[in-house]
């Protein structure tokens, strides 16, 4: 008996992840009544966010420009270079203020039964970077789970076949824990505890 | 350090009810990483409820065309009308399917504090309505608080004032409500309106 209008918006809340039916509602009624001009503003940034955000061309993380602002960024360290799998790694990692180097974001971890091959996280690119030299510690911080595990043990292999340097995170992650819900006192630790692997 | 966009996107995210910046986050990464088609439905079904859903001419609910589908509905009883606050009432009293008259609903209530007065809740639209003839029990829904009774006593008095015969919805303890969680208000009210069993 609703309008079709306010169901396709409550669908369309329901999308996004954590959302059920009882909150959809909730926003989308809350939009209408309360916050049209807020609600607008939300599908604007949407759309721009979606049609504007591209892809660092060096550290492949998400950037509006194709150079994103880590990379070009004078303050970091250029010769550490930090593997994550999702840019709300980065997120994460950023917010806990103890790393100043740079960024390589897989965008995802090696899944050959889903398809996901090494040209798919940028290994290639990756490669080519090591080859120039600049880097002389590979930090890898990606999630340890059994795709994590395996997308890192990967990547030390070609680090090492190119004689550079692998750090891993120290323990202190949980098993099964995933980078993104960590919270700044533990990434530190981790960050200040890693070791030559 | 991150895309002006994405920090643009997340402050929206942060606009919605119950949104803090942790879950706005996870949507705004959400979106872009994994469901930009979602995205863009979210957006554009935003507007399109924002630009396209009005009122209804005769209950005042939210409604695209002139006429909402419950008031032009041959099924529902016409002598009927239950007053409720907002179109979430609505939407409650009907996944209820207890009700099967029609609804006004005032978007909002009283509260001369906030230059709420009764035009503002189109209170002669319902006199106007009272006039014809047509409703034989008008059912005052609206919320249990200070400004929902000060309303329900503005309509009740005008509603009399015309021989329109007026009920309440019965108040007292929830079903599945646990006594010593209930607070002493609705003790009262459900003790003052005891039956004999
Ligand atoms: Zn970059
Ligand atoms: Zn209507």
Redesign the interface.
């Known amino acids: ?6 169901n ?2 409550i ?3 329901k ?4 959302i059920g039916p009882k ?1 959809a ?9 309360n ?2 001009n ?13 049609d ?2 591209g892809h660092c061309d060096q550290c492949r993380n ?3 420009t194709d150079v ?3 990379c070009a ?1 004078p303050a970091r360290k250029r010769d550490q270079l930090c593997i994550v799998e ?3 790694d980065v ?1 994460a990692i ?1 917010q806990s203020g103890i790393y100043q180097g740079l960024y390589f974001v897989l ?1 995802g971890h090696l899944s050959p039964i889903d398809g996901v091959g090494p040209e798919d996280l940028g290994l290639p690119l990756l490669e080519e970077r090591l080859k120039d030299g600049e880097v002389s510690e590979l930090i890898l911080a990606t999630n340890p789970t059994v795709e994590g595990e395996a997308t890192a043990h990967y990547i030390h292999q070609m680090a090492t076949s190119m004689q550079v340097p692998v750090t891993r995170l120290a323990q202190g992650i949980p098993l099964g824990g995933e980078l993104e819900y960590i919270d700044s006192g533990t990434l530190s630790q981790a960050f200040a505890g890693r070791k030559a692997v």
Chains 1, 2 share one sequence.
Request: hydrophobic share 45%.
């Open positions: 008996m609703q309008s079709p209008l306010i396709e918006l669908e369309a809340f999308l996004l992840p954590t909150s509602q909730r926003m989308a009624y809350y939009l209408l009544q916050n049209p807020g609600g607008k503003r939300l599908a604007e940034a949407i759309v721009e966010a979606i504007k955000v998400f950037s509006e994103c602002r880590i960024s999702t840019p709300t997120v950023e965008m």
